[in-house]
């Protein structure tokens, strides 16, 4: 079992982890989830031994063997075979020396200690690793120096499953990984004998490997059974007990002080007053739960919907130089469209992505593009290239010369930069914080196709699923390359699937495509339950028509919170009136009590069936 005891750990002055308490039942795969900069990774290298805490105490059972990924990606003329071979150290020492050996009695004790931990299979086990995270035969071959840093992070990957430690450490591994290899490695974890604990802010992934959350929030660890989603049911009802809590010991605070105002100077009664100021100050305030604006942001649309199609290409080829990547490529894009992009990273993805908006030019066969079309591009290298000493207006501004300064605050305040926000330095911001301002800048002239290239590389969970529902309201064109397959599902009508050199429709849907790259294709194959042409145009239609219906209910649910916060400020009124009089409001001092009361139950009544319609539409919205 690992166990957190008030964990406290402060960096630069400020508190991280603050009494961090929880324990792990032994074998449990554990998703490490909190807000960006809320300690996750801190917490992990606390537990990998690379950090010392302030306080507190971390205990597991003695010589349990921890994996962790160094964030320095190997290098070297090694290969990648030999590179996850040589992680094992147990085996390597003991290859090394069966082969100098030469008291007999030690050398069988040697075999039968690799017979023990299956080291002659060791070789085929490495490389289904490497292939399950995408290096083919002679990639595998190839020395580590040939490798840019992702697929050298890869290889690091490799070889921390490939050691199976009892204690497996895994800081958002899929960053540097494709869809393909994302299911891979999904399938592999679920399987794994060890304790894990995984960071990762995608819901599928943590669904699918994670039996247990382990939630960080404001430096305290709080652990739930179950998946994501279990998480979120679990905490959402936390939360609305909390709620209530707090609004009860409000009435009960507002009753309190409101007797010691007015009886504290009556000798009579000062005693009763005195007590009720002692109960007073001994009651620990409940704090309400937060609002993010981060956690809702929006795309503005284009002011009129441009004639299909927007783009064609017509046997076009592109690639860099003279030499094609993709090659007779037949693809139209309507103004109603929502593409993702699905296939192993180096076919071409961003390539093509490059081509339609117009970074890449055709080689060969032609591209239409509407003359009035706007396209905003996102990736990581606007991410990276953010002026660090520049704030969010500062780059807006310049960006948008001539507008007024309310519009270009206006597009910010659109992307949770309000107030005192659009005014820090980009460089004291989190990457999730970045990526937000990237978002901003590529969608300020409202763009008639938006071009996402991994846009969620840096975004926590909760801002994942604002971008999801900022992307079913936006009413232009998505393209999405994205390895989040929660993404995917609610966001692409259609998978266009990179590969071999070309790109075209995939006949199916992502569990299709899961089937498909995990060898189970013979849906695919067979064309058993494929969706023919015009199946695929009902379902592109009906899913335009399920985000509108979403949109509609996230409408109603707003004005049903309006309502219900309007009804319980009435309700505590009413109350205030029937308990003190003088401090009734004007419409309230002339009314009896009993219509004082009367009025109570018909807003009580009204607030009870505005909650049971929020309930009943925020379900149906689930």
């Known amino acids: 079992m690992l166990s957190f005891s008030a964990i406290t750990v402060r960096l630069g002055g400020r508190l ?73 150290k147990e085996r390597a020492t003991l290859m090394a020396a069966s082969e100098t050996e030469a008291d007999l009695e030690k050398l069988a004790e040697i075999h039968e200690r690799l017979n023990a931990i299956d080291a002659y299979t060791a070789p085929a086990r490495a490389s289904r690793i490497l292939a399950g995270l995408g290096f083919d035969e002679t990639m595998q071959a190839q ?11 890869r290889v690091a990957l490799g070889a921390l499953l490939f050691s199976a430690p009892d204690l497996l450490l895994l800081d958002e591994p899929s960053n540097h990984l494709d ?32 039996d247990h959350i382990l939630h960080l929030q404001q ?20 939360l609305s007990q909390v709620e209530a809590a707090r609004n009860r010991q409000l009435a009960e605070r507002e009753k309190l002080q409101s007797f010691v105002n007015r009886w504290r100077t009556k000798a009579h009664s000062a005693r009763q007053a005195q007590s009720r100021m002692k109960a007073l100050e001994k009651m620990e305030p409940i704090a309400a739960a937060v609002e993010d604006p981060s956690l809702s942001f929006s795309f503005p649309s284009p002011d009129a919907n441009l004639k299909p199609p927007l783009i064609t290409l017509d046997q076009a080829s592109v690639g860099y130089g003279e030499k094609p990547i993709l090659s007779h490529l037949n693809l139209r894009i309507d103004p109603d469209d929502r593409l993702a992009f699905i296939g192993r990273n180096g076919n071409g993805k961003t390539t093509l992505a490059k081509l339609l908006v117009g970074q890449l030019s055709t080689l060969e066969g032609a591209m239409t593009t509407s003359s009035k079309i706007k396209v905003g591009y996102f990736t990581q290298y606007q991410v990276e290239e953010l002026d660090v000493e520049d704030s969010p207006l500062d780059h807006m501004t310049r960006l948008m010369p001539g ?68 992307l079913a309201e936006y009413r232009g064109a998505v393209i999405i390359v994205s ?37 189970r294709n013979d849906r695919i194959t067979s064309g058993q339950n494929t969706p023919k042409p015009q199946d695929r145009k009902a379902e592109k239609k009906a899913r335009a028509e399920a985000r509108q219906k979403n949109k509609i209910l996230r409408d109603e649910i707003k004005k049903l919170e309006l309502k219900i916060s309007q009804l319980t400020a009435r309700r505590n009124e009413i109350d205030q009136a029937l308990f003190d009089p003088k401090s009734a409001s004007s419409k309230d001092k002339s009314l009896t009590v009993t219509e004082l009361m009367k009025l109570r139950s018909d807003v009580e009544e009204e607030l009870n069936q505005k909650e049971a319609l929020w309930l009943e539409k925020s379900e149906t919205l689930e």
């Open 16 to 88: 991280i982890l603050d009494q961090a308490t929880a324990s792990l039942p032994p074998g449990s795969h554990v998703g490490l989830i909190g807000r960006n900069g809320a300690g996750k990774s801190t917490l992990m290298k606390v537990v990998a031994g690379l950090l010392e805490s302030d306080g507190g105490t971390l205990s597991m059972p003695r010589e349990t063997r921890i994996g962790y990924i160094a964030q320095e990606a190997p290098e070297g003329t090694a290969t990648p075979y030999e590179t996850v071979l040589a992680a094992d």
């Open 143 to 153: 020395p580590l120096s040939s490798f840019s840093g992702g697929w050298r992070m």
């Open 179 to 210: 869809l393909e290899a994302v299911l891979w490695l999904e399938n592999f974890l679920r399987s794994y004998r060890g304790t894990l604990l995984l960071i990762s802010h995608e819901r599928d992934f943590l669904n699918k490997v994670a």
């Open 219 to 238: 430096g305290k660890l709080t652990l739930y059974p179950g998946g994501y989603d279990a998480f979120e049911r679990q905490r959402a009802e936390r």
């Open 403 to 470: 507008s007024p300064t309310a519009a270009v605050r206006a597009q910010l305040g659109r992307f949770g930069f309000s107030g005192e926000k659009a005014t820090q330095k980009v460089g004291s911001m989190s990457g999730g914080e970045r990526a937000r301002l990237a978002l901003a800048l590529i969608t300020r002239d409202a763009p008639h196709l938006l071009i996402l290239d991994e846009p969620t590389n840096h975004l926590d969970v909760d801002v994942r699923q604002a971008l999801i529902e900022a």
């Open 483 to 519: 390895h989040d397959r929660h993404m995917l599902e609610l966001t692409a009508d259609r998978l266009i699937l990179v590969d071999n050199g070309n790109a075209s429709d995939f006949e199916g849907d992502l569990d299709d495509y899961t089937d498909f790259i995990l060898g």
